[in-house]
């Protein structure tokens, strides 16, 4: 069984920043592509940002310039700081991660349990 627990969310004032942690736990092979989405009340679930393994990454329009997403493989974790904070920002923030737990097994999509980010004043 393999576990993707989020961690770093809190409650911060606009124009503040947070850092997010991911870190998968369990039996692991490999994980290959990770992300964090996000879902605020009433609104669809929306994708942050995405790394590969290889440290590829993509960001949704509104965070570009303010997130950076990284991660470090040997830790199998995956980052998300979040700068310059706009209340628009608030959300559940969850981790996604494509793993495989044996090599002859094709990865599995799964997924953290959320971390609450509120930004107000």
């Known amino acids: 069984q393999v576990q993707l627990v989020e961690s770093g969310g809190g409650l911060v004032q606009p124009g503040g920043s947070l850092r997010l942690s991911c870190a998968a736990s369990?039996?692991?092979?490999?994980?290959?592509?990770m992300g964090w989405y996000r879902q605020a009340p009433g609104k669809q679930r929306e994708l942050v940002a995405t790394?590969?393994?290889?440290?590829?990454?993509n960001y949704r329009d509104s965070v570009l310039g303010r997130f950076t997403i990284s991660r470090e493989n040997a830790k199998n974790t995956v980052f998300l700081q979040m700068n310059s904070l706009k209340p628009e920002d608030t959300a559940t923030y969850y981790c996604?991660?494509?793993?495989?737990?044996?090599?002859?097994?094709?990865?599995?999509?799964?997924w953290g349990q959320g971390t609450q980010v509120t930004v107000s004043s």
């Open positions: 790394i590969t393994r290889g440290g590829s990454t």
């Open positions: 996604d991660a494509f793993v495989t737990t044996e090599r002859s097994l094709p990865p599995k999509d799964l």
């Open positions: 369990g039996t692991i092979f490999m994980i290959y592509n």
